[in-house]
Every structure is written in structure tokens, then in C-alpha cells.
């Protein structure tokens, strides 16, 4: 099967050769929509490979607010921190959609990993990415204020998510992933009504559209320079 892995996911890395291996030595699996896939505090040593859907990471404080931290799809890796740590899950992953994954055992990994130098590429590559980015949502909060800070989680979510719409001259697409508004708020560190507030602002500026549960960037290049987002960034 050629499902097309995007360029920017682990699965999408690998060599062809690679990933049949990787995914001969794992056991397949199906979650429903809502279906937590990893639980935060689980002491499991396991990681997922997301062969179809969409995920969300999820950590929650002790005071019971719960802070949206990544969203990940098909052809990503999740669970590998805990994994190779061996300490408990920092976060809990749930199924956004229906969700394909593929169980892999941490020892497997590693074995697969130390045989695979494009495998091991591909694993430093993406938490290079991932710790990229959070540290870029870091910045944000003290460089930026609320509107950027939200047009900036909006313009990488595009950059890494987003489908091409068929009327948009390549400059319109749609986000890609399905977040409600507290999410996005979650994602860019706001309060629910500050997000509310400033996504009208974006929709009066032209920059988006908003439907039930969807986001269309009506022009990626504005989009991006309104946010300070240099297109050819790693």
C-alpha cells in the first residue's frame, strides 16, 4: 500500500525498504473516535505509529485543566518520550477521528533503530522539530502579543497541516485538523474569549474563514507575513 506519508512525519522519512520493516515488527490496531490511546501517568513502554487519522496530546494539571499540546497525524510517532525514558506518560493521546496505529515495543525500536540509520535520522529530526517548536511557543508568549501569538500557531499548524483548496490559487487551504476554539486557544496559551476575540479579528482582516469545528486560511502568504513567520523556516 502507498498511503503517501507527509514529507514532515516520521513514517514519511523513512526509505521504503524501512518502513515495511518497522511496521512488519509492529502489531496493527484500530481506535474510535475519542478513544484515549496513551494515558497520561501510564507506565507502559510502548510507542504508536498513526498510519491514518488524527491524534491530540493532551496533559492535564492536578487542578483538572487540560492543555492541548500537539496534534499529530497519520504517519507520526507518539509515546516515545515515556518510551525511552521509562518514566510515566507526561501526556494522554486521543483519537480525534477513527485512528489506524501500529504498536511498536520500546525494545523493538531501539534494536530497529541501531539497524536503521535513516530510522535514527528520522526519530533526532522529529524531536529536533518538536522541541523547535515548543521552544517557538515559549518566545511567543513574551515577544507577541495575543492576536500574533494566535495567527502564529495558526500559520505553523497550516504550514505542517493544511490541504490545498481547490478554488484558492495555492494561496487558500484549509487547516487540515480538527480543533474546537478552546484547543486553539490551549495551543496558543490564551484564555477561550481572548482566542474568540481574536479569531474574528482574523476573520474581519480577510486571513481566515471559521465554520463548525474548521478553519480555511483564505491566504497562506498574508497569513504568514501578518504573523512574522518566514515561509522557508525549517
Not at 68 to 83: P, Q, S
Not at 91 to 116: K, P
Not at 154 to 168: C, F, H, K, N, V
Request: proline content about 4%; glycine content about 6%.
Amino acid at each position: 500500500m502507498n498511503h503517501g506519508w507527509a514529507p514532515s512525519t516520521f513514517l514519511g522519512r523513512l526509505r521504503n525498504t524501512t518502513r515495511a520493516d518497522l511496521l512488519a515488527q509492529s502489531t496493527p490496531i484500530s481506535y474510535p473516535a475519542h478513544r484515549t490511546l496513551l494515558q497520561q501517568g501510564d507506565e507502559s513502554r510502548h510507542v504508536l505509529l498513526i498510519t491514518s487519522g488524527v491524534v491530540k496530546v493532551v496533559a492535564s494539571a492536578e487542578s483538572g485543566y487540560d492543555m492541548l499540546l500537539a496534534v499529530r497525524i497519520a504517519g507520526d510517532l507518539v509515546g516515545e518520550m515515556a518510551a525511552f525514558e521509562e518514566r510515566p506518560r507526561s501526556g494522554s493521546v486521543i483519537a480525534c477521528s477513527d485512528v489506524t496505529a501500529h504498536i511498536v515495543q520500546v525494545r523493538t525500536l531501539e534494536t530497529f533503530l541501531t539497524r536503521h540509520p535513516d530510522a535514527m535520522r528520522a526519530i533526532l529530526h522529529m524531536l529536533c522539530a518538536r522541541l523547535r517548536w515548543a521552544n517557538g511557543r515559549r518566545i511567543d508568549f513574551q515577544a507577541y502579543d495575543s492576536l500574533t501569538r494566535l495567527a502564529r500557531v495558526l500559520a505553523e499548524l497550516s504550514r505542517a497541516y493544511a490541504q490545498p483548496t481547490p478554488d484558492g490559487d495555492g494561496k487558500r487551504c484549509d487547516l487540515g485538523v480538527t480543533l474546537t476554539q478552546t484547543e486553539l486557544a490551549s495551543l496558543a496559551g490564551l484564555r477561550l474569549t481572548t482566542a474568540e476575540k481574536n479569531l474574528a479579528t482574523l476573520t474581519a482582516m480577510g486571513l481566515v474563514e471559521r465554520s463548525y469545528r474548521n478553519i480555511t486560511i483564505c491566504d497562506v502568504p498574508k497569513l504568514l507575513e501578518f504573523a512574522k513567520v518566514v515561509a522557508d523556516n525549517p
